[in-house]
T-cell receptor, first 115, second 113 residues
């Protein structure tokens, strides 16, 4: 069965520092992988996704993620954190179930950015 | 991506009442919509898949008689929490799922007193 593990429920970085949010998945088929961001009391906004093709995926707000099949990972990075990046980040994998492509989410990582 | 709206954004109700939440796909005809529930500081849990013109399919453990879903058109799905109780207080989020990517609504905060 597909599942997603996000290592670290809380990550704190300084403004300007590298952001690294970890995501590992398990899937019996080639996965579709996603990163979403959630600001307080809001829905989820798609940051980026991997379906097929290039394994390094660039998203919005300077984020990118690399699909590494051998490591079953899809870590999210950003070279330089900004205060506005403080939010909850969710990694997700698609599972085909009951005739639909459903999303399985990780537990989430709360990113704090301090001056 | 698709634009999805939800109404209301916040609702407070008394225990025992029913609450209806609307989810609209504003720029895309959504045959399929998904409903999620998110408890504080937790991840999203899929409740059900809403299908235009047919019955919704519910995830294991979700009471279909308590969470009524109607998807009467390609742009509107509704979730009605019937006889709400304080334990139903949560953040309810819908998404449009017609492609390989889901686009989410802004969510509805339900508080049951």
């Amino acid at each position: 069965a597909q599942s997603v593990t996000q290592l670290g429920s809380h990550v704190s970085v300084s403004e300007g520092a590298l952001v690294l949010l970890r995501c590992n998945y398990s899937s019996s088929v080639p996965p579709y992988l996603f990163w979403y961001v959630q600001y307080p009391n809001q829905g989820l906004q798609l940051l980026l996704k991997y379906t097929t093709g290039a394994t390094l995926v660039k998203g919005i707000n300077g984020f990118e993620a690399e699909f590494k099949k051998s490591e079953t990972s899809f870590h999210l990075t950003k070279p330089s954190a900004h205060m506005s990046d403080a939010a909850e980040y969710f990694c997700a994998v698609t599972v085909f179930s009951g005739g639909y492509n459903k999303l399985i989410f990780g537990a989430g990582t709360r990113l704090a950015v301090h001056p | 991506g698709a634009v999805v709206s939800q109404h209301p954004s916040r609702v407070i109700c008394k225990s025992g009442t029913s609450v209806k939440i609307e989810c609209r796909s504003l720029d895309f005809q959504a045959t399929t919509m998904f409903w999620y529930r998110q408890f504080p500081k937790q991840s999203l849990m899929l409740m059900a898949t809403s299908n235009e013109g047919s019955k919704a399919t519910y995830e294991q453990g979700v009471e279909k008689d308590k969470f009524l879903i109607n998807h009467a058109s390609l742009t509107l799905s509704t979730l009605t929490v019937t006889s709400a109780h304080p334990e139903d207080s949560s953040f309810y989020i819908c998404s449009e799922g017609g492609t390989d990517t889901q686009y989410f609504g802004p969510g509805t905060r339900l508080t049951v007193l």
